[in-house]
C-alpha cells in the first residue's frame, strides 16, 4: 500500500493518549481553551462563595485577600487538589503540544523524503527503458551485420567457383599447348625455317597469354585471401560485440537486483516509519522521538543507495553509447571497402573475359591465313635463306628476348599494384 491510502486525517493525527485517564483525547489547543473554561469557572464559584475573616487577621481587606490562598488551602482542600491537577494537566497539555508539533513537522519531513525517493524510482525506471531500446537497437544492427556476413559467404562462394572455371580452363589450354608443342617437335624436320619461326612466336604468344592469366588467377586469389581475412575479421568483431552485449545484459541484471533490493529497504523504511508513527500514538514521547529519528536515519540510507544506482546507471550508459561510436563505423567502413573490391573484381573478370575472347578471335584468323599462305612462301624462303639458318633465326629471337624483360616488369609492377590494395584493405 501507498503512504497515500495509510494517512489519517488531521483530526485522527492530533488526538493522543492521555497519561492520566488513559483515553483519546482531542489536540493540544481544545485541551487547553477546555482547561481555560474550567479554571474561569473555578473562579466564579469561588467569587460566589462568602469570604469568611479569620482571627488573626484584622479589618484590612488586602490582608484578608492576600490570606485567600491560606484559608482556601485550609477550609476546601476538594479545591486546592482541583487547582493543582489542573495546572499540572495544563503543563502537561502544553508539553503534549510541542511534542506533538514537533512529530508533525517530522512527519512531514519524512512525507517529502519519501516523495523524493519515489521521484528517484520513476527516473531510474524511465532510463532503464531507455537502455533497453538501445539494447533493442543494437541487436537489430548485429542481425543486418549477420546478413551482410552471410552475403559475403555468398560472394565468396560464387568467387571460388569462378576460380575453379578458370583454373579448369587453364588446365585446358595447357593441355592443348603440350599438344601444340610435340606437334611442333614431331613437324619441326618437315617444316620450313619461317614457319617455325612463326610457331614458335605463336608458342611464345601463348605462353604469354598463359602467364598472364596466371597473374591474374594469382591475383584473384590475394582478393579471395583478402576477403576471406575481411570476413575472419567481421566475424571476430561480431563475436566481440556480442559478448559485450552479454556483458550489458549482465550488468543491467545487476542494475535490476540493486533496484530490487532498494526497493525493498525503501519499503521496509517506510514500513518502518508508519510502525513508528502507529507505536508514536501509543508510546510516551521520548520513545516517538527515538523511533522517528531512527526511521529518518534509515530514509537517509536509502537515499544514498538510490544515488549510487544512478551513478551506477549513467556509467552503464556512458559504456554504452563510447562502444557503439568506437565499434560501429569500423564496421560500415569495412563493408563498404568489401562491396568496392566486388565491384572493381567484377570489372577485372569482364575485362578479362572480353580480352581472351579477342585474343582467340585473332588466334585463329591468323592460323587459317598460315596455312593458306605457308605453300606459297616455301620456295621464296628457300631460295632467299643462307646456309646458316640457326644464325638467323638466333638474330629474330633476339628482339622477342629483349621484349621479354619488359613484360616481366610490367607484371611484376601490377602484382606490387595488387599487394598494395590488399594491404590498404
Known amino acids: 500500500m501507498s503512504m497515500k491510502d495509510k494517512t489519517l486525517p488531521p483530526q485522527e493525527i492530533l488526538r493522543f493518549l492521555c497519561p492520566l485517564c488513559l483515553r483519546l483525547r482531542p489536540p493540544p489547543q481544545n485541551l487547553i481553551k477546555v482547561n481555560f473554561r474550567s479554571r474561569q469557572a473555578l473562579c466564579k464559584i469561588l467569587a460566589q462563595e462568602p469570604i469568611l475573616p479569620s482571627p488573626n487577621t484584622s479589618s484590612n481587606p488586602d490582608a484578608a485577600i492576600s490570606a485567600d490562598p491560606a484559608r482556601i488551602d485550609e477550609s476546601n482542600p476538594a479545591n486546592m487538589n482541583l487547582s493543582e491537577l489542573v495546572e499540572s494537566y495544563s503543563e502537561k497539555a502544553a508539553g503534549m503540544n510541542s511534542i506533538f508539533s514537533t512529530i508533525i513537522k517530522k512527519y512531514e519531513e519524512l512525507e517529502r523524503e519519501n516523495g523524493g525517493l519515489r521521484r528517484e524510482a520513476e527516473s531510474t525506471k524511465t532510463k532503464l527503458n531507455d537502455q533497453e531500446n538501445q539494447l533493442r537497437t543494437i541487436r537489430t544492427e548485429v542481425d543486418t ?120 529497504k525503501y519499503l521496509e523504511s517506510k514500513k518502518q516509519t508508519e510502525e513508528a508513527i502507529n507505536e508514536g500514538k501509543r508510546m510516551h514521547s521520548l520513545q516517538i522521538g527515538c523511533a522517528l529519528t531512527a526511521a529518518v536515519y534509515q530514509n537517509r540510507s536509502a537515499t544514498t543507495e538510490w544515488s549510487k544506482l544512478e551513478k551506477i546507471i549513467c556509467d552503464l550508459s556512458s559504456t554504452i553509447r563510447s562502444s557503439l561510436k568506437c565499434q560501429f563505423p569500423d ?95
Not at 583454373?167 to 620450313?192: G, I, P, S, V, Y
Not at 596466371?214 to 582478393?223: P, R, S
Open 145 to 264: 551485420q549477420k546478413m551482410e556476413l552471410e552475403n559475403l559467404r555468398t560472394e565468396k562462394k560464387d568467387l571460388e567457383n569462378v576460380l575453379t572455371t578458370t583454373r579448369t580452363e587453364m588446365d585446358t589450354q595447357k593441355n592443348k599447348f603440350n599438344a601444340l608443342e610435340l606437334n611442333w617437335a614431331n613437324e619441326k624436320t618437315h617444316l620450313t625455317s619461317g614457319h617455325a619461326l612463326q610457331l614458335r612466336q605463336m608458342g611464345e604468344a601463348h605462353a604469354e597469354s598463359l602467364r598472364l592469366k596466371e597473374v591474374e588467377l594469382d591475383e584473384k586469389q590475394a582478393l579471395v585471401d583478402a576477403l576471406t581475412r575481411r570476413n575472419y575479421r567481421m566475424r571476430d568483431e561480431i563475436n566481440e560485440l556480442e559478448e559485450k552485449l552479454e556483458e550489458f545484459k549482465d550488468m543491467e541484471l545487476e542494475a535490476i537486483d540493486e533496484l530490487l533490493t532498494a526497493e525493498i
Open 331 to 425: 564496421l560500415q567502413r569495412a563493408l563498404d571497402l568489401s562491396r568496392e573490391m566486388k565491384e572493381k573484381y567484377e570489372e577485372s573478370l569482364d575485362k578479362n573475359l572480353e580480352d581472351q575472347r579477342r585474343r582467340r578471335e585473332n588466334a585463329h584468323g591468323k592460323t587459317a591465313e598460315g596455312d593458306g599462305r605457308q605453300e606459297m612462301k616455301e620456295d621464296k624462303v628457300s631460295a632467299l635463306l643462307p646456309r646458316n639458318d640457326e644464325e638467323s633465326v638466333d638474330q629474330e629471337e633476339e628482339p622477342n628476348k629483349l621484349a621479354r624483360p619488359t613484360r616481366k616488369r610490367e607484371a611484376d609492377r601490377q602484382l606490387v599494384t595488387s599487394g598494395k590494395r590488399v594491404k590498404s584493405m
